[in-house]
């Protein structure tokens, strides 16, 4: 099993930064893709970016240009940096990893961190 724990969610207002991290433990094998996805509240999840094991990344249009996710393999940690962020942006955040065991991908989901951009 691996476990994910998210940090870094908060309240901030239009156009401020927030940085979320999101570190793997447990047993980890080869963690190939690792992504952030985001549900607001009456709406499905949705894919935000992500972010392979030789760092190619790909993100969602709404965010494409604020936000930047990137991997630090040593520690098993994808962080998710978000500038200029909107009310749109208010979600639950949550990291989703691959962790290949042998040739078998097994998905793991973390708990989610509250993203909430108000004035």
């Known amino acids: 099993q691996v476990q994910l724990v998210e940090s870094g969610g908060g309240l901030v207002q239009p156009g401020d930064s927030l940085r979320l991290s999101c570190a793997a433990s447990?047993?980890?094998?080869?963690?190939?893709?690792m992504a952030w996805h985001r549900q607001a509240p009456g709406k499905q999840r949705d894919l935000v970016a992500t972010?392979?094991?030789?760092?190619?990344?790909d993100y969602a249009d709404s965010v494409k240009g604020r936000f930047t996710i990137s991997r630090d393999n040593a520690k098993n940690t994808v962080y998710l940096q978000m500038n200029s962020l909107k009310p749109e942006d208010t979600a639950v955040y949550y990291c989703?990893?691959?962790?290949?065991?042998?040739?078998?991908?097994?998905?793991?989901w973390g708990q989610g961190t509250q993203v909430t951009v108000s004035s």
């Open positions: 989703r990893v691959i962790n290949v065991v042998g040739v078998r991908p097994y998905e793991y």
């Open positions: 447990g047993s980890i094998s080869r963690i190939n893709v």
């Open positions: 972010i392979t094991s030789d760092r190619s990344t």
